[in-house]
Each structure stands twice: as C-alpha cells, then as structure tokens.
Nanobody, 123 residues
Framework: QLHLAEPGGGPVQAGRPLRLPCEHF????????MAWFRQPPGKERERVAS???????NYADSVKGRFTISKDSHKTTLNLQMNSLKPEDTAMFYC?????????????????WGQGTQVTVSS
C-alpha cells in the first residue's frame, strides 16, 4: 500500500536548522519523482524541492543554498534538511510523490501526499 508520512516538524528559532523526514511505504525511488511542498498561512501550496528517479534535484529560489533534499541509503526515507531558517519559512510542509521521470512543479501532478507537518520559525 502506497503511503507517505512526515513525522518531523515543530517550532524552531530563526537561524537554526531542522530536518524533515518523509517515510515512504511502497514508493520506489526508481519509479517516482519525490518532492516537498509547503503552504504558508493564507497562501497557496508551492513546491520547495524535488528529486527525480535519477537523483537530479530542483529547488525554489527562496530556499536555494539553505535547503537540501536527499534520499537515504536504505531507500525508505526522503529528507529535507533546512538550514538558516527564517520566519518566512513558517508553513505546513508536505511530502509528495508522483510517477514522473522529470519532476513537475505543479501540485496537480502529484497523486501521493503525506498528512503534512507544521514548521514554525520564530524570530
């Protein structure tokens, strides 16, 4: 059964790091593009980072140089390492997956979603 879960998240001070794990069950890296999205309060959901089956990554301009998406060696957890967090990074973060060779940016292209986890960055 295909399933995604994000057990991380929580409050964090600005400038501090936080790692978000996404546990994926039944989702193979070979067949899926995997991504992290976020939805700030009152705003639309946006793609933060993605990694395709070849391992090619893509990042939103707002997080380039601060966030890193990676697959663990056991192929069971997708990680989003977030460094130098800012108050404007406060959002609900979602792990998503879709059967694409090249990761699309559109939210509509992803058919598997985790329940989301809240990240709150205080100044």
């Amino acid at each position: 059964q295909l399933h995604l879960a994000e057990p991380g998240g929580g409050p964090v001070q600005a400038g501090r790091p936080l790692r978000l794990p996404c546990e994926h069950f039944g989702v193979s890296y070979r067949g899926f593009c995997m991504a992290w999205f976020r939805q700030p309060p009152g705003k639309e959901r946006e793609r933060v980072a993605s990694i395709d089956p070849r391992g090619i990554t893509n990042y939103a301009d707002s997080v380039k140089g601060r966030f890193t998406i990676s697959k663990d060696s056991h192929k069971t957890t997708l990680n989003l390492q977030m460094n130098s967090l800012k108050p404007e990074d406060t959002a609900m973060f979602y792990c998503a997956a879709g059967r694409w060779f090249n990761c699309p940016e559109s939210i509509d292209k992803y058919n598997l979603w985790g329940q989301g986890t809240q990240v709150t960055v205080s100044s």
